[in-house]
């Protein structure tokens, strides 16, 4: 089956640590993107990217950074700027990413994060 | 600006009776219109799209929405509720046209089907 693979599925680190969140896809789409859920607050993205090698900042990038090296992954690290890391971080892929695209997302079924 | 918004946190129905979840959206072009469904702890499924034509869409597990640009409304409605349609809800909303076409998305509904 295609899909996209998260994990870990919960995560738990200690203040001042990065962490790396994994994101996997198999079905062969060119644009990733990272969202992150907050309760109340829907879905805000972090960085997207439209092509391997490419990727920008989205809405709250601060504290974040990301790489795409291969096609099929699209890993996220939280680092220690990050000042509220402490949520659910989702997962995204369409076959494109471009202007006008009428695409829907697929999701992975994200990872939980908790820094403590 | 582009704006989406679903106006109710929490919709409460009986199950088999008719389900309405409202989105109402503000773009200054042509919208592309999208619905997706959570269930707890997973990722986003996609439900269904309007990007042009017929302004009834019909998607996945029996919803339908109804595209209305004189009210700029996309509600996601269903005959017929299940309590396993009980879920968080999020309407999304791009651009159709000119530079800016960033996905804007509600805040959600969370859906309650009462058995």
């Known amino acids: 089956d295609g899909g996209i693979t998260q994990s870990p599925k919960y995560l738990f680190r200690k203040e001042g640590q990065n962490v790396t969140l994994s994101c996997e896809q198999n079905l062969n789409h060119d644009a990733m993107y990272w969202y992150r859920q907050d309760p109340g607050q829907g879905l805000r993205l972090i960085y997207y990217?439209?092509?391997?090698?490419?990727?920008q900042k989205g809405d709250i990038a601060e504290g974040y950074s990301v790489s795409r090296e291969k096609k099929e992954s699209f890993p996220l690290t939280v680092t220690s700027a990050q000042k509220n890391p402490t949520a659910f971080y989702l997962c995204?892929?369409?076959?494109?990413?471009?202007?006008?695209?009428?695409?829907?997302?697929?999701f992975g079924n994200g990872t939980r994060l908790t820094v403590t | 600006a582009q704006s989406v918004a679903q106006p109710e946190d929490q919709v409460n129905v009986a199950e088999g009776n008719p389900l309405t979840v409202k989105c109402t959206y503000s773009?200054?072009?042509?919208?592309?219109l999208f619905w997706y469904v959570q269930y707890p702890n997973r990722g986003l499924q996609f439900l269904l799209k309007y990007i042009t034509g017929d302004n009834l869409v019909k998607g996945s597990y029996g919803f339908e929405a109804e595209f209305n640009k004189s009210q700029t409304s996309f509600h996601l409605k269903k005959p017929s509720a299940l309590v396993s349609d009980s879920a968080l809800y999020f309407c999304a909303v791009r651009e159709g046209a000119g530079n800016n076409r960033k996905l804007i998305w509600g805040l959600g509904t969370s859906l309650a089907v009462n058995p």
């Open positions: 773009v200054s072009g042509n919208p592309y």
């Open positions: 995204a892929s369409s076959p494109e990413g471009g202007r006008g695209s009428n695409s829907p997302l697929h």
């Open positions: 990217s439209q092509i391997v090698n490419d990727f």
